[in-house]
């Protein structure tokens, strides 16, 4: 999409009796975001006398609907009341908004202004799946929203308010530390077991000399008696 401004631009120049005009053109691409945003066309010349002409312009960009049901807080008993709000955005913004229940026609006591669905004195008849759907000439868009309705005694488990993926961070850091732990103390045991036996081998060997040595001491000895005798 591309926003082109000429007629905002405009500059007189006269030349020897002669009148020019002179345009500037400017091709922007947009996304819905920038719809309103405002846009400055600013003219100097020598010619021009008083302050500088300046022209304003805001941007009108057209785009499909978003649609968001706003669902309650809390949990929902019979008896209670509901009440939904559908949120659009669009431009042009949507001005007809449909409510509509899946497989089910709305329930009689079902009121809807606008983009407000509510229901008062709600049971488990009125349990399923409720719809919101805005349309435009650029687009259509819809959100839902499931009515479970639970017994005024239920007993109904509420989930933490620790989001999951922090408990999964923390039992993985948790995992990975045991782990570390683990590594580092069979590496400093096996290291300590290495080292004992490289001594006690040390030993042997020192002890195997001493025999040795003793033992040609006796081979001597009795070499030196043989030659005696």
């Known amino acids: 999409m591309s926003c082109c401004v000429t007629t905002d631009c405009v500059v007189l120049q006269q030349d020897h009796g002669k009148v020019f005009s002179v345009s500037s053109t400017i091709r922007i691409p947009v996304e819905r975001k ?40 809390g949990i929902l008993r019979e008896g209670d009341s509901l009440s939904l709000t559908c949120s659009v955005t669009g431009n042009p913004l949507p001005v007809n908004i449909q409510w509509s229940k899946i497989n089910e026609t709305l329930p009689e ?28 000439d650029y687009g259509r868009a819809t959100d839902h929203y499931t009515l479970l309705v639970y017994d005024p005694g239920a007993v109904v488990e509420t989930h933490s308010a620790v989001p999951y993926a922090v408990i999964g961070g923390v039992l993985a850091l948790l995992v990975f530390t045991i782990i570390c732990v683990l590594i580092v103390t069979i590496w400093c045991s096996v290291r300590q077991k290495g080292s004992y036996l490289t001594h006690e081998a040390s ?24 030659y005696l005798l």
């Open 109 to 136: 006591r079902a009121e809807i202004s606008g983009p407000t669905f509510q229901i008062s004195r709600l049971s488990q008849s009125h349990n399923g799946t409720y719809l919101c759907q805005a349309q435009n």
């Open 34 to 73: 920038d719809n309103g945003a405002a846009l400055s066309c600013e003219a100097d010349h020598p010619a021009l006398e008083g302050p500088k002409r300046i022209r304003h312009y805001r941007l009108d960009v057209y785009f499909a609907p978003t649609v968001r049901i706003i669902p309650p807080t």
């Open 203 to 226: 030993g042997l060997d020192e002890h195997g000399e001493v025999q040795e040595a003793f033992l040609n001491g006796n081979d001597a000895s009795q070499g030196k008696k043989e």
